[in-house]
């Protein structure tokens, strides 16, 4: 009977595999969905956008982009993690994700219910300030910040996002006290800038390049370890007078937990195929993102190493009294 068993259970694996490598044969025959759990028009949306387009001409079908603003990210990651693993919807996401293992009321299991696709690319933020502040250098905002603990705040997008993250090490490398506002994706947080409530805060050097070239933004300092190309004038944090500052962020695929290995790697081929269209490039790199394009297998090993690294960024921050 055991024997039985087993062959019946080798019959299946079998089959399992068979249904697998022939769907990803198939894969795609119908448009894919890429869901962006932030608002319209923020860096993610943008970068989207663009490999979105990329994809298209590699996989010769639509890929349409969904937004799904909410928690951090969380609530489009969660739609991502429940969806059929068919490989026709994906999640494009910035890499403060690790930090959900680290929040309770996250709804899904990062390491079991995502596969890893691609870390695609990578960029930096900017510090920022409404020009009424009549402040033209991180040095000057640094002294008014110290002036004005009581009652400054600043903006970022979202709680535990990579945003929130370069913030809050840019308050303990500057020895700052200001309250930190999330919002909803960084198109919100950069509005609220403009509109001086809060009057300072996060983000991506590209997405900003446009309100501080209209004058309505005013970028103090990019927190790279090199100059931003949407924002060659200024200066990194570092040459601003913080001496080894560095903060950034990456954006990331992923398909649902349990999508058949072939169709990740055929996702994952089809990115690496789209970082190397020469007008895809331009676009990207036109908007400050560094092209990384690395495997599941990276992903995934490097994700481990962010978790960690967040649980103990997290955990020290609640110890502080920053977040609950």
Request: aromatic share 6%.
């Amino acid at each position: 009977m055991k024997k039985i068993h087993a062959f019946f259970a080798q019959l299946l694996l079998v089959a399992l595999a068979a249904f697998a490598g022939n769907a990803a044969a198939q894969y795609p025959d119908r448009p894919i969905r890429l869901v962006v759990p932030y608002a319209a028009g923020g860096s993610t949306d943008i970068a989207a956008r663009i490999v979105a387009e990329g994809l298209g001409k590699i996989l010769n079908t639509s890929v349409v982009i969904q937004n799904q603003p909410g928690a951090s990210g969380n609530i489009g990651a969660a739609a991502v993690a429940r969806s059929a693993p068919d490989g026709y919807t994906l999640l494009f996401v910035g890499s403060g994700i690790a930090s959900a293992p680290s929040m309770k009321e996250v709804t899904f299991d990062l390491r079991k219910d995502l596969a890893p696709v691609s870390r695609v690319v990578g960029s930096q933020f900017s510090i920022l300030v409404n020009p009424s502040l009549n402040i033209n250098t991180l040095q000057e905002f640094l002294t008014y910040a110290r002036a004005n603990s009581k009652t400054l705040s600043m903006a970022c997008s979202g709680t535990l996002t990579a945003a929130h993250f370069a913030l809050e090490q840019f308050r303990q490398a500057a020895r700052l006290d200001f309250q930190t506002i999330q919002f909803n994706g960084n198109a919100p947080a950069a509005l609220a800038m403009m509109t001086g409530q809060p009057p300072a805060g996060i983000d991506a050097a590209f997405s900003a390049k446009g309100a501080v070239t209209a004058g309505k933004l005013r970028a103090l300092a990019v927190t790279g370890s090199k100059r931003s190309p949407s924002l060659p004038g200024v200066p990194t944090v570092a040459e601003a007078g913080i001496p080894g500052f560095e903060a950034g962020f990456s954006l990331l695929m992923f398909a649902p937990g349990a999508t058949p290995r072939p169709i990740v790697e055929r996702l994952h081929q089809a990115v690496a195929a789209t970082l190397k269209d020469p007008a895809i490039v331009q676009k990207l790199e036109a908007q400050g993102f560094d092209l990384i394009g690395n495997s599941p297998a990276e992903l995934a090993r490097e994700l481990e190493v962010d978790i960690k690294a967040n649980e103990a960024f997290i955990s020290g921050l609640r110890k502080s009294g920053v977040i609950q």
